[in-house]
């Protein structure tokens, strides 16, 4: 058994004896080694003793509830005991194995989340450049049974993968996931020399991902109108889309989009984009999207680098797909007689297979 589940995928790779899932989301599952289930397992039939301890030292006041219950009717006083601790020990069992499965990182082009929770999921998401550092410790029964912790950090955060199959053959995943266009992103857009320039058919500016400021609060046509021209780039030759500036190139920043958020940050801001992209777009374009942020004049900027689709690119909105392509500096969405027709002349070899 590895270390490693998917989402979406039936496609494995081996690297350095890793078996390695490949999904086309652009998403990897690395669940925590079995080793914590026996740890897990072991604690519970600990506590479990522990608990009949404590219940022999209660003997009369165990009787007496067992005959408020009027259980002498159903079931004798052993039996009784024994339901009530094997029932114990059921559910703490399931509730180990479910915090288990439910705990897994993913790694994502650029960024890997800690995802647990049985009841109340809680993330944590860790954004991976050229600068983040990897350090993997194990110790003397996790060498023997090849599994340890891994720690990423990227200037003052950080996040520690533990309890994990092999975590030094792990890095290489991480670093670049399954994105096969990671070479592309390998240098940051240039902000100041983008404001510089007006908008055309590969650069648009937009004051925010989902804050309307003409209402002073979220709105989800914001939001649409954002996702609108990444799929009009990616349907296209691609593109940069700047949030956080005015039309005027004057930088607003993206403290009210923060203060919107569960996590007032960037990488809340980020979830909350890969949420909306996947919903809109679709997760198995993320792989072509990077976002980069940037402070000017004390704000926080983003810049979404765009890269054109191999192939085409729908948003899903209102129940219903449109298709857009970028003419100059506008998103113009296609009529479906018209859309075959540009497909072919845009994806003549994709299309043909």
């Known amino acids: 058994m590895t270390g490693f589940d998917a989402a979406k995928s039936g496609v494995t790779l081996k690297v350095r004896g890793v078996r390695i899932p490949h999904t086309m989301s652009d998403e990897t599952i690395i669940k925590r080694s079995p080793i914590v289930l026996i740890w897990k397992f072991a604690v519970i039939e600990v506590a479990v003793f522990l608990l009949y301890l404590v219940a022999v030292s209660f003997g009369n006041v165990k009787y007496e509830l067992y005959v408020q219950l009027s259980f002498p009717s159903l079931l004798s006083y052993q039996a009784a005991k024994i339901l009530f601790l094997s029932g114990a020990q059921f559910a703490v069992t399931v509730y180990a194995f479910l ?28 954004r991976i450049d050229d600068s983040t550092t990897f350090t993997s410790f194990s110790n003397p029964l996790g060498k023997l049974f090849h599994y340890g912790s891994l720690e990423a950090k990227t200037g003052t955060s950080s996040l520690v993968l533990t309890y994990i199959s092999r975590p030094k053959n792990l890095v290489n995943l991480i670093k670049h996931g399954n994105n096969p266009y990671q070479g592309a992103f390998r240098e940051a857009p240039n902000l100041e020399k983008l404001l510089t320039e007006n908008e055309h058919d590969r650069l648009e500016f937009k004051s925010s991902l989902r804050f309307d400021h003409k209402i002073d609060q979220a709105n989800r046509e914001v939001e649409k109108a954002a996702m609108k021209t990444i799929a009009a780039f990616l349907n296209s030759y691609g593109g940069h889309l700047v949030l956080g500036v005015n039309d005027a190139r004057v930088p607003l920043g993206l403290e009210n989009d923060y203060q919107t958020l569960q996590r007032k940050d960037a990488d809340g801001f980020e979830n909350h984009f890969t949420q909306t992209f996947n919903s809109m777009i679709g997760p198995e374009f993320r792989n072509l999207i990077k976002l980069w942020f940037h402070k000017l004049d004390g704000h926080d900027l983003c810049v979404v680098q765009v890269l054109e689709s191999p192939r085409p690119v729908y948003l899903k909105a209102d129940n219903n797909e ?6 100059g500096n506008i998103s113009t969405v296609l009529k479906l007689s018209e859309i075959e027709s540009y497909s072919r002349s845009r994806w003549p070899r994709t299309l043909k297979r």
């Open 99 to 126: 915090s288990w499965y439910y705990e897994y990182y993913v790694v994502h082009s650029g960024s890997i989340t800690y995802t647990r929770g049985v009841f109340r999921r809680k993330d944590k998401t860790l």
């Open 322 to 327: 449109q298709f857009y392509m970028r003419t």
